[in-house]
């Protein structure tokens, strides 16, 4: 439950705006957003606690954020987003290093 909470934070939220506004690459954020529909669609969504991610969903939804659809290949836990965000996060990386 603490990682729950964690997760539930308003410094997390403003993360993921950040990343969300960052991200180029159609992949990752495709993936962050499946995984934040998810945890709004069940883990977070019955804890007055933890209301906050659905929240978040339904903000992005108002602004007109697409969420990809409910797929097999939607990420499965938040391993997932970590390895897809990190990866992301290399290879920006290495496309700013391309350019200089």
Do not use: C, Y
Not at 12 to 37: A, C, H, P, T, W
Not at 62 to 86: C, H, M, Q, W, Y
């Amino acid at each position: 439950m603490p990682f729950h909470l964690e997760i539930a934070s308003r410094e997390f939220e403003q993360e993921v705006g950040k990343l969300l506004s960052k991200f180029q690459d159609k992949i990752v954020r495709d993936k962050l957003l499946g995984v934040l529909q998810k945890w709004a669609n069940n883990e977070f969504r019955t804890d007055p606690q933890l209301n906050l991610i659905p929240s978040l969903v339904n903000t992005l939804k108002s602004k007109g954020v697409e969420f990809p659809n409910e797929s097999p290949k939607s990420p499965k836990s938040l391993a997932d987003i970590i390895i897809t965000t990190r990866a992301a996060g290399i290879h920006q990386h290495l496309l700013r290093k391309m350019r200089i």
